[in-house]
């Protein structure tokens, strides 16, 4: 991942340094301490606080959790899609999905706002139930107690 400040200069793109500091509501010279990374005055590095990372949140519409990730403060929020599930969840998935498919298209008369739904309908449903599938066994792989989980 890169750093805070390179993040930031990305942000800010060809808009100066002057221009995205008074939308931010800090001093230009404090963006640009910042966006390198250290203060040039002492050579120390320079770790905004909350605050102030909540300012250039709003001021760049971007995540204040994203940037309190980059600056250090909380451990860098994972990818939901990056968890591994365990082989037996992967052949539970893929089961509930081979059922759910042969239900949909052996189903006679399913619309969708009085109108038929089309084959390309139906299989952004089957997507779509996927993903729930997923997303359900990935939240419930977070709470239930290790010694409890039935992992291979």
Sequence with gaps: METLGEYLKKLRGKESLREASKRIGISH????????????????PVKPTPETLKLIADGYHVSYEDLMARAG??????DDNSTPLANKAEKDIAKRIQKFREEIENSDGLAFNGEPLSEEAKESLIESMEYIFRQTQKINKKYVPKKFRDEE
């Design 29 to 44: 010279t404090y963006l640009d301490t910042i966006e390198k990374g250290y203060d040039k005055r002492s050579g120390k």
């Design 73 to 78: 403060y909380i451990e860098e929020i994972p």
